[in-house]
């Protein structure tokens, strides 16, 4: 069985100052890490993937996040944030071969504020 | 290429009646997976189908159900709603082949049940 932990359930900051978003994951077999964003009354876009190789990930806007196997954590990270990064992200595991279930963790609302 | 729709957007209904909703995939992604997401219990997987056949299934009644269509559209069911079936449904489209797995989520089926 998987699980995935958030850390914050709220991370506040100001506009242009750096963030992290904690994410730790417990499994028994090799995973796949996902970061999810969700902005209000929408469904879930794909933010990054690992997969395997490199541990370092980045997104197209400014999000990175690095797997350490060993302290099986997946955090996020931005280092300067906008306005419009305010959205609740979720990290997800998801497990190999053929069972596409994906567990996700309860979320961290990221709010920017001016 | 169009994302992963889902009809409809909003519904109300009684406690006691049954409901359907409908997700069209990715084209090209045979595999749809379902899932429910509450404040309370975040998101929960609900099953998965892949090429018409339920390949993973979650931790929730047999009120719920599904199918899949030879056109990959995937439907599920609830049947004799409950209050606590209020939620936001999630439908999710993967290739579905070898591989990762990534899934692709929809804007979600927002259900309120009085």
């Known amino acids: 069985a998987q699980s995935v932990t958030q850390l914050d359930s709220q991370v506040p900051v100001f506009e242009e100052a750096p963030v992290e978003l904690r994410c730790n994951y417990s499994s028994s077999v090799s995973v796949y890490l996902f970061w999810y964003v969700q902005y209000p009354n929408q469904g879930l876009q794909l933010l990054l993937k690992y997969l395997s190789g490199s541990t370092l990930v980045e997104s197209i806007n400014g999000f990175e996040a690095e797997f350490n196997k060993s302290q099986t954590s997946f955090h996020l990270r931005k280092p300067s944030v906008h306005i419009s990064d305010t959205a609740e992200y979720f990290c997800a595991v998801k497990g190999g071969g053929s069972n596409y279930k994906l567990t996700f963790g309860k979320g961290t609302l990221l709010t920017v504020n001016p | 290429k169009a994302g992963v729709t889902q009809t409809p957007r909003y519904l109300i209904k009684t406690r006691g009646q049954q409901v359907t909703l409908s997700c069209s995939p990715i084209?090209?992604?045979?595999?749809v997976s379902w899932y429910q997401q509450t404040p309370g219990q975040g998101l929960q997987f609900l099953f998965e189908?892949?090429?018409?056949?339920?390949?993973n299934k979650g931790n929730f009644p047999g009120r719920f159900s599904g199918r899949q269509f030879s056109n990959s559209r995937s439907e599920m069911n609830v049947s004799t709603l409950e209050l606590g079936d209020s939620a936001l449904y999630l439908c999710?489209?993967?290739?579905?082949?070898?591989?990762?797995?990534?899934?692709?989520f929809g804007p979600g089926t927002r259900l309120t049940v009085t």
């Open positions: 189908y892949f090429s018409e056949t339920q390949r």
């Open positions: 084209s090209g992604h045979r595999s």
């Open positions: 999710a489209s993967s290739p579905g082949g070898a591989g990762v797995g990534e899934q692709y």
